[in-house]
């Protein structure tokens, strides 16, 4: 099992940057793909950005429009989110989540998630 804590989220204005970390700790994670996802209220959770744990190879939703980038620290086991330019549509809950299915957008093919952390867009 797979333990993950989110943390950075908060409160910034339109164009602003942010950057969120996810702790993740448990078993050994080199099969992994980790995740980022978001939830705004009233509507379903939805894919952010992946990558692989052992390779670092990286995949986005096309909403994203190459203003996030995700990364992780193998050393340290993190995964990160920089977002930039953010826009008030940004706002959400943003979790971090660990599969193994490389590529997936699916929530359901993700099995261990953390608690999520608010990030709030002001126009």
């Known amino acids: 099992q797979v333990q993950l804590v989110e943390s950075g989220g908060g409160l910034v204005q339109a164009g602003d940057s942010l950057r969120l970390s996810c702790a993740a700790s448990?078993?050994?994670?080199?099969?992994?793909?980790m995740g980022w996802f978001r939830q705004a209220p009233g509507k379903e959770r939805e894919f952010v950005a992946g990558?692989?744990?052992?390779?670092?190879?990286?995949y986005y939703a096309d909403s994203i429009q190459g203003r996030f980038t995700i990364s992780r620290n193998t050393a340290n086991n993190m995964v990160f989110l920089r977002m930039n330019r953010l826009k008030p549509e940004d706002t959400a809950v943003y979790y971090c989540?660990?599969?193994?299915?490389?590529?997936?957008?699916?929530?359901?093919?993700?099995?261990?998630w953390g608690q999520g952390t608010q990030v709030t867009v002001s126009s």
């Open positions: 989540a660990a599969g193994l299915l490389f590529g997936s957008k699916t929530p359901a093919d993700f099995g261990s």
């Open positions: 448990g078993r050994t994670f080199s099969r992994n793909t």
């Open positions: 990558i692989s744990w052992s390779g670092g190879n990286t």
